[in-house]
């Protein structure tokens, strides 16, 4: 196998290679030889790009399957197959289970979760990234600390919040985002917890396949999705985001060209774009 050297952008390739196909085989020593790396080498490199391990990564592309054919009405057994757990013993193992709760459960919709949140000052103003066991389900612009963990509380009031502390995953996450921010870094693929209408799961799911610099209109996007004449309904959906840049809503502009609107304010969209150098 040829070694080429493990570059931010060879990286990229392989995690998305991992996400869509997280059914494969990956393992990290034949990874890291492939990229020129020790495994403990390419493991530490993957884990700063991204905020998580390829064996990470590849574990959440398949829950994030697992629960979309939960929402899609599946059976458990048949939805567990579906994501290629190949057996139900599989789903339950604890590398494995990123649910939080059990698959029953997470089908009907459970109410009183725990959410743990980090907040930090960016080149964009202060951020707040929450997650839920299952992955990222809020990151939002604000003014400060306070505001936006208001903000977290409102949208979900019956939610346990605990601040997270230095060293787990969340503030791994969040320093991965704040690289991108700064452009030392591409977009980390984290794993995401998504709650919204069919329509909205679609056209968020849709924007995270979006590559860098790749842009489309609302109308382009409703296109995209089988529905060319819900280009508001589209836009509707990009204004209910509540996971900032990792949902990169930033992407859609107006027919014409133009910015259009942005949940965290144009003067935030257009450094987005720019940082990905779309001029807009």
Not at 60 to 86: D, S, Y
Not at 250 to 272: M, Q
Request: glycine share 12%; charged share 25%.
């Amino acid at each position: 196998m040829p070694v080429e050297r493990a570059t931010d952008s060879a990286l990229c390739r392989l995690a998305r290679q991992i996400i869509e196909r997280p059914g494969e085989s990956w393992p990290l020593s034949e990874l890291a030889a492939r990229h020129g790396l020790s495994a403990a080498a390419f493991q530490r490199r993957f884990v700063a790009l991204f905020g998580v391990s390829p064996r990470q990564l590849r574990d959440a592309a398949r829950m994030g399957q697992l629960k979309q054919a939960l929402r899609a009405g599946r059976g458990v057994t048949e939805a567990i197959h579906e994501a290629g757990f190949g057996s139900t013993s599989r789903v339950y193992e604890p590398a494995q289970r990123d649910l939080g709760m059990t698959l029953s459960a997470y089908r009907k919709g459970a109410a009183g979760e725990e959410i743990s949140w980090a907040a930090r000052r960016t080149g964009l103003g202060w951020l707040l990234m929450a997650a839920t066991a299952r992955g990222v389900c809020f990151a939002q612009f604000g003014s400060g600390r306070h505001a936006l963990l208001a903000d977290l509380q409102r949208e979900f009031p019956r939610a346990r919040l605990t601040a997270s502390s230095a060293g787990d995953a969340l503030d791994a996450w969040i320093e991965a985002l704040e690289r991108h921010l700064a452009g030392r870094a591409p977009r980390p693929q984290l794993p995401l917890d998504l709650r919204g209408t069919a329509f909205q799961i679609q056209v968020w799911e849709f924007l995270v396949g979006l590559h860098e610099g790749e842009t489309r209109s609302y109308g382009e996007l409703a296109a995209a999705l089988g529905r060319p004449r819900a280009a508001r309904a589209a836009a509707a959906a990009c204004a209910a985001n509540r996971v900032a840049v990792l949902v990169p809503c930033h992407r859609v502009l107006r027919g014409d060209g133009s910015l259009g609107g942005y949940r965290w304010g144009e003067a935030r969209k257009r450094a987005l774009l720019r940082g990905e150098g779309v001029g807009a």
